[in-house]
């Protein structure tokens, strides 16, 4: 089972930032926090992912909480080509570990 | 950009027909995975391949399932009697060094 929380849905307006956040309160010491996308049913496109650390890329920023139970995903200023369901996995950083996704967050960028 | 490419993008096949899904996973990665969503459903994990054999397989990934790197550059799942429950967008994924994982663009596999 998936090890993490999120919102079923959210809706964010175009242009403007997009905060998903994500639960893993059982997140243990090697394990990252990692973020994928799917667009409709296309391949899942990987994010972001961090230890950590506050980590930032040209798509999006991860926030995550000092006591590691928690992250926030940012999205600076989303735009309609955003829409899509949001993962957040914790993965353990052993080599080859398989990814398990969960129902992800929903969202919906509107004009 | 490196990407993981599939084909074919779409198969239709009947019941207790065998296929073969092709990946070509990014040239310099060395881990191997496949994952299944069925329609409106979860991405699933099936199986992860590294140094020529199967590192972890899920319990969907049963005797009718096989997984082959035949040359340098294809990885390949074989569904040997497919049945209906098999319909699914079949995705492969590649990784470097076994933790960023990247995702071909899938299979829709449709079993009649």
């Known amino acids: 089972d998936a090890k993490t929380t999120q919102p079923t849905s959210m809706d964010c307006a175009e242009g403007r930032a997009a905060n998903l956040p994500c639960n893993h309160s059982?997140?243990?010491?090697?394990?990252?926090v990692y973020w994928y996308r799917q667009i409709h049913s296309q391949g899942p496109q990987y994010i972001i992912h961090g230890l950590k650390n506050n980590e930032t890329n040209e798509m999006a920023s991860l926030i995550i909480t000092e006591d590691r139970k928690s992250s926030t995903l940012i999205l600076p200023h989303a735009t309609l080509r955003d829409t899509a369901v949001y993962y957040c996995?914790?993965?353990?950083?052993?080599?080859?570990?398989?990814?398990?996704f969960g129902q992800g967050t929903e969202l919906s960028v509107k004009p | 950009e490196p990407e993981v490419t599939q084909t074919p993008s779409h198969q239709v096949t009947q019941m207790g027909q065998e296929v073969i899904l092709r990946c070509v996973p990014i040239s310099n990665h060395l881990y191997f995975y496949w994952y299944r969503q069925i329609l409106g459903q979860k991405v699933e994990f099936l199986v992860s391949f590294y140094n020529n054999e199967i590192s972890e397989k899920s319990e969907i990934f049963d005797d009718q399932f096989s997984v082959e790197r035949p040359d340098g550059s294809n990885f390949t799942l074989k569904i040997r009697s497919t049945k209906l429950e098999d319909s699914a967008m079949y995705f492969c994924?590649?990784?470097?060094?076994?933790?960023?994982?990247?995702f071909g663009p899938g299979t829709r596999l449709l079993v009649l």
């Open positions: 994924a590649s990784s470097v060094g076994g933790t960023t994982q990247y």
């Open positions: 996995i914790v993965r353990d950083y052993n080599q080859g570990g398989k990814l398990i």
């Open positions: 059982t997140i243990s010491g090697n394990e990252y």
